[in-house]
C-alpha cells in the first residue's frame, strides 16, 4: 500500500548548497558523534527503539548521523536528494542491511510502501524546509502511521550564530529559518497535520565541534554524557532541541 500524498516535496534538489565539495565539516569517517548523540537520544524519547526494525533517515547528507543508525537497527534506509552526498553514502555505508536512495521526499513517498516496525530520523532537516513542504511530509508521515524524530538546531543557542561565521559554505540564507523553528511552532505545525509530540527536550550541552574533540580521549566520553544534564538547567545553551511524534490516534 502505498502511503503517499502527492505535493511539493522537492527537497533541496538540484540545489548548489549541496554540491560536490560542499559542507566538509560535516563529513565523520567514525561514529563517534553519531554515537554519542544517539546516546542521548534514548535518554530522552519514552520508547525503546529495539522495538523497530528499519529506520529511515530522511535528508541523510554524508552520514553524520547515521553511523548510529546502522549499528542499532536491523535495516536502515539513507535518503538523500544530493547526488554528490549519496556518493559520499555509499563509500561510508557499504553494508547489505543500508540501502541508499537518491531521492526527493515527494519521489520516495510516490514510490515507497513504509513497512510496519519503521522509525523516521530527521537531522538538520526541517529548517531546509518550505512551510507548505515541512506540511506535506508530516502528512505522509501521518498516513504512514509511523513515529519519526527530529532533530533540529535550537533556536535560542547564540553560539549556532557563530557558525555562520567560522564555516564559509554556511550561508544565513539557507539556513536563517532554524531560528524560527522554536518548540512552540513547530508544536503546532505537527498538531495540525496529525501528529503529536510525544517529547521535546535540548540536548547536546557542548557545541558540536567541541564535543568532537572531547570525544576523541574515550575517558571523557561518559563525564560528556553526564554533563548533558545541565541543559536542565541552562537549556538555552543547548545545541540542539528534540522532537519525538506519533501519528494522533
Known amino acids: 500500500m502505498n502511503t503517499a500524498t502527492k505535493g511539493p516535496v522537492r527537497l533541496m534538489e538540484n540545489n548548489s548548497y549541496f554540491a560536490h565539495d560542499t559542507h566538509k565539516y560535516m563529513y565523520c ?27 529511515f533517515e530522511m535528508g541523510a547528507g554524508m552520514g553524520r548521523f547515521s553511523f548510529a543508525l ?62 507548505e513542504q515541512r506540511r506535506d511530509y508530516f502528512n505522509c508521515l501521518r498516513k504512514a502511521k509511523a513515529p519519526a524524530l527530529f532533530i533540529e538546531p535550537n533556536p535560542f543557542n547564540p553560539l549556532i550564530i557563530l557558525q555562520l561565521l567560522l564555516y564559509p559554505d554556511m550561508r544565513m540564507k539557507d539556513e536563517w529559518q532554524y531560528l524560527s523553528l522554536t518548540r512552540k511552532r513547530l508544536t503546532r505545525e505537527f498538531n495540525a497535520c496529525g501528529l503529536d509530540v510525544a517529547a521535546h527536550k535540548t540536548l547536546c550541552f557542548l ?43
Open 29 to 55: 569517517t567514525d561514529g563517534v558523534f553519531s554515537d554519542f548523540i544517539f546516546s542521548l537520544i534514548t535518554e530522552t524519547i519514552p520508547v525503546d527503539l529495539k522495538n523497530y526494525q528499519h529506520a
Open 70 to 131: 546502522v549499528s542499532h537497527f536491523p535495516k536502515v534506509s539513507l535518503i538523500e536528494p544530493s547526488a554528490s552526498y549519496t556518493a559520499v553514502l555509499k563509500k561510508l555505508f557499504d553494508q547489505e542491511q543500508v540501502a541508499i536512495v537518491t531521492s526527493t521526499l515527494e519521489d520516495f513517498f510516490e514510490k515507497n510502501s513504509i513497512p510496519d516496525r519503521s522509525i523516521f530520523f530527521n537531522f538538520h532537516l526541517l529548517h531546509h524546509l518550505t512551510f
Open 207 to 249: 557545541p558540536p565541534p567541541l564535543t568532537k574533540l572531547v570525544l576523541k580521549q574515550p575517558a571523557f566520553r561518559k563525564p560528556l554524557l553526564s554533563l548533558d544534564g545541565c541543559a536542565r538547567l541552562l537549556p538555552f545553551l543547548s545545541s540542539y532541541h528534540i522532537f519525538y511524534c506519533n501519528a494522533a490516534d
